[in-house]
Structures are given as structure tokens and as C-alpha cells.
């Protein structure tokens, strides 16, 4: 069954959240990974194939297929009043608030993307099931992923090592965006991948490079679509690195972080070995060596 692009489109209606009279719906289809592991990348192929466009979409409309949980504006409309994004027990008490009002804006699928664990954070829920219609969770090795992250917070290597690693390892609130908790990877992958009660397709970001027909073609079926083969060709290729660094290069994109050169590099696998230093690699492997074994990410 084909979902029109219209249903992705997140209206702002929080002025229908009324205390006692929210009506929950369970609609919301997380898109959630670890920063830096292809979530960007998989929203902006959806955006190319739910138009079926024919040219390729501006990299910088992608954020109207899905909406960020994690918006300064959503808040402070929950709150109804300017908040301060950095005052973390605040912004968690308002987020099943912010959660209600995608909910409720009459969309039969909401797609939400999130950086978040699937866990609690000060005993609030971050992914609800009450609102939940199903999760896509992509994952990426972490020796590759650490580089990628570390370019993007303009941090070095050792320290993107050292955040990655965390138990209370987050995203920091700013201006514009909330706090995110992630934890360490390998939490942070288990509590994706864990027993839940609504669907969710896990998705290697390596598979996805290999073998991007057989992998996209996953991310339309898990939304009851059917695969059109050269509709499913045509947004793959609109959604290529090289398609997406050089809309960046053009005109920008407002997604990238301020401290971060660029958002779209290579897009490849395995630049670890030529790039991380051994004693980094070795630290990685050894906080997540089960979790990467369990995933194919180690022979060992």
C-alpha cells in the first residue's frame, strides 16, 4: 500500500495538546540510530522515493519527510513559553508532551528522527510505546562511525573515543536543539535491537553501501509500500554521497553542526584501518567487542 509523502509532512498543531483530553495514537515510525551512522541518508532517499521525484530533492527540504524530536520550537509551544533548552529535567518533563502533539496531528505514520537510546533518562520514558507504530534502527561499525563522529563535533579522535565509550555519553543542548541521550554504543545498539513490542528493521550501514537495492528496498516494504525497481534505482541514486556532497558544496546544509567543515564526506567502510590509530581501534573493540562480534563488525 502506498503512503502519500503528505503523511510524512509533521504538522506544528500543538495547540491541540489540552491537558487530560490528548488522544493517543500509535503512529510515530522512529528512524533512530547513533549520530553519524546513516540516518540522514536513509530520510533523504525517502524523500526522493515517497515523491518519486525526478530530479533530486534539495538536501535541505529532507527535514519535511520526518520531523527531529529533539526541537528547541516544540518545546517552548508544550511549555507555552520560551524555555531553556539546557535545563535537562525541563526538557524531558515536556517531551511526552512534544511526542503527544506529532501524535496528534491526524498523520496515519509520523516519521521521527531520533539519536536517542531507547531507554529512560531520569525515569522518563524517551521512546514511548504508547505512540510507537514501529523503529528503523541503522547501525554502523564504530571504528568507522568514531571518525565520522569526532569530524562532525570537531573533536579528536582519542576524545570521540572517550564520548562514545560513556555511560552518560548525550548530545548537548544549544539553541536550536534539547538534549539527547545516547550512552555508549553498544548499549545504545542493544536497546534498540532488544525484544520490543512493535516493529523494527535493523539496518547495517555497510550492507546499505554494498548492497543498496536489497537494503532500501527493506526501509519501503517496512512501511507497507510496494517496490517500484526503477523508482527504488532513481532515489538511491539521488541519495548518493557524491549527489549529497555536492548539493552541500552548492548551497549548505542547514543539518550540519557550526563546528563541523562538512556534513556529506565519502560515505565509505573500513577507513579505519588506514586512518584510527591501533590504540583507539583496540580501545573500541574492547568496550564493545560482544555487541560488534554479534553484528558481524569482528571475525574474532
Not at 534502527?137 to 569530524?151: E, F, H, K, Q, T
Not at 534498540?192 to 537494503?215: A, C, G, H, Q
Amino acid at each position: 500500500m502506498y503512503i502519500p509523502p503528505s503523511l510524512f509532512y509533521v504538522q506544528s498543531e500543538f495547540s491541540r495538546i489540552t491537558k487530560g483530553l490528548c488522544t493517543m495514537k500509535k503512529n510515530l515510525v522512529w528512524l533512530a540510530s547513533y549520530p553519524k551512522s546513516g540516518n540522514t541518508w536513509t530520510r533523504i532517499f525517502l524523500a526522493n522515493y515517497l515523491t518519486n521525484a525526478k530530479e533530486p530533492i534539495s538536501i535541505n527540504q529532507a527535514r519535511h519527510f520526518g520531523i527531529g524530536d529533539n526541537g528547541v520550537e516544540m518545546y517552548d509551544k508544550v511549555a507555552g513559553r520560551k524555555i531553556d533548552p539546557r535545563d535537562v529535567g525541563l526538557t524531558l518533563q515536556l517531551r511526552h508532551g512534544v511526542l503527544r502533539g506529532i501524535s496528534n496531528n491526524n498523520a496515519d505514520v509520523n516519521l521521527v528522527k531520533t539519536h536517542c537510546a531507547a531507554k529512560r533518562a531520569q525515569g522518563v520514558q524517551l521512546i514511548p510505546h504508547e505512540y510507537t507504530k514501529s523503529a528503523i534502527y541503522i547501525m554502523r561499525n564504530p571504528l568507522d562511525m568514531v571518525m565520522s563522529y569526532a569530524r562532525h563535533y570537531a573533536l579528536t579522535f582519542e576524545e570521540a573515543v572517550d564520548y562514545i565509550n560513556h555511560k552518560n555519553n548525550s548530545l548537548a543542548a544549544d539553541d536550536k536543539v534539547v538534549w539527547s541521550y545516547l550512552g555508549p554504543w553498544s548499549d545504545h545498539v542493544a536497546s534498540w535491537t532488544s525484544m520490543k513490542p512493535y516493529p523494527t528493521l535493523v539496518l547495517r550501514y555497510e550492507d546499505m553501501l554494498e548492497r543498496p537495492e536489497e537494503e532500501f528496498a527493506k526501509v519501503v516494504e517496512h512501511f507497507g509500500m510496494t517496490v517500484d525497481p526503477e523508482r527504488l534505482d532513481r532515489a538511491i541514486r539521488f541519495a548518493s554521497f557524491k549527489e549529497l556532497k555536492s548539493q552541500e558544496e552548492k548551497e549548505g546544509f542547514v543539518e550540519r553542526a557550526q563546528k563541523s567543515k562538512s556534513f556529506f564526506t565519502k560515505g565509505q567502510s573500513g577507513h579505519w584501518k588506514d586512518e584510527l590509530p591501533p590504540e583507539l581501534a583496540d580501545k573500541i573493540i574492547k568496550a564493545n567487542r560482544q555487541t560488534m562480534k554479534r553484528f558481524g563488525y569482528l571475525d574474532e
